[in-house]
């Protein structure tokens, strides 16, 4: 059975504004899928949704999450099931140091699964094997949580966090974004580190607008999205053919056909 299962998927937001209009998506248990496709396709209104963002409202369709019906579920519930999803845009939290925050969030995994807080020194150990498996600078952790943290800083946050949660399916929204050459390698090593590895469990679904960040976190799938439909699928060649021909010929081709 396949970890996630997108089922039809139609998907409104703000009152009557249509913006997924039928998407069948499904991740097995560490798979690397690309979402790509052009601004404004609905991209992140499909991570969004998946993670059961409240301004979304499913019309039709399902998510499944290893077969059961997950399209009604809270955010909280679907975090505690293994859900995970990085930010395009980290917000900062003033006053919460980076340690603080970790363990707020490590013990409210914990407490989910009926565990005890988590005992000062397990807790150090495992953020310093997350830290270097990310390559977080351990001064980070001292510091309040994305304040004056630079783009690429925020998104190392954001990898350090999967790695510290071990998630079942990571989301990372355009978390290429704004990354110079150096940081983007930093953030590739961290999920290839964390996910899609022989033996790991951890399934990516990396939503990009550019290919940039797919020579280094190599997909097993790619998807192209286009006006709130998957509309192109195939292997990782697919992003050499959208590298070389840019997304006009999809949209060609789709004209066409519908001509
Ligand atoms: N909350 C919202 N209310 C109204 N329109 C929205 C909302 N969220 C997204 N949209 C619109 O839905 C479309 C798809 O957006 P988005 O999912 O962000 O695309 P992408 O991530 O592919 O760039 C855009 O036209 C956007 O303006
Ligand atoms: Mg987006």
């Known amino acids: 059975m396949p970890d996630l299962e997108i089922r039809n998927l139609h998907v409104r937001a703000g009152g009557d504004k249509q913006i997924l209009r039928g998407v069948d998506l499904t991740v097995g248990q ?6 790509m496709g052009p ?3 609905g991209k992140s209104t499909l991570a969004n949704v998946i993670m059961g963002h409240p301004n979304l409202e499913v019309t039709e369709g ?3 999450w290893g077969g059961e019906d997950i ?5 909280d519930e679907r975090a505690r099931m293994g859900l995970f999803m990085a930010f395009q845009y980290p917000v ?3 006053g919460v140091t980076v340690t603080k925050y970790l363990r707020t969030v490590l013990n409210a995994h914990r407490d989910a699964r009926g565990e005890e807080p988590i005992p000062l020194k397990e807790f150090r150990e495992t953020v310093q094997e997350a830290m270097s498996l990310t390559k977080v600078p351990e001064e980070f952790s001292r510091r309040y949580l994305n304040e004056g943290f630079s783009g ?13 949660q071990r998630p079942r399916l ?3 929204d355009e978390t290429d974004s704004g990354l110079d050459i150096d940081a983007l390698k930093v953030v590739s090593d961290g999920v290839n580190a964390v996910a899609g590895q022989a033996g790991s469990d951890t399934g990516v679904l990396i939503i990009t607008h550019y290919q940039r960040i797919l020579e280094y976190v190599r997909p097993t799938h790619v998807h192209v999205m286009y006006k709130g439909r998957i509309v192109r699928e195939g292997g990782p060649s697919l992003v050499h053919e959208l590298e070389a ?5 999809i949209t060609d081709e789709l004209a066409e056909a519908a001509a």
């Open 245 to 249: 021909k840019g997304y006009g010929w």
């Open 170 to 172: 990571a989301i990372l």
């Open 39 to 41: 601004n404004g396709s």
């Open 71 to 75: 399209t009604e579920a809270s955010t």
């Open 152 to 164: 690429g800083e925020k998104k190392r946050m954001e990898i350090l966090q999967m790695a510290l």
């Open 92 to 94: 900062s939290v003033p």
């Open 62 to 64: 399902q998510i499944l």
């Open 30 to 35: 560490g798979e690397v899928h690309a979402l």
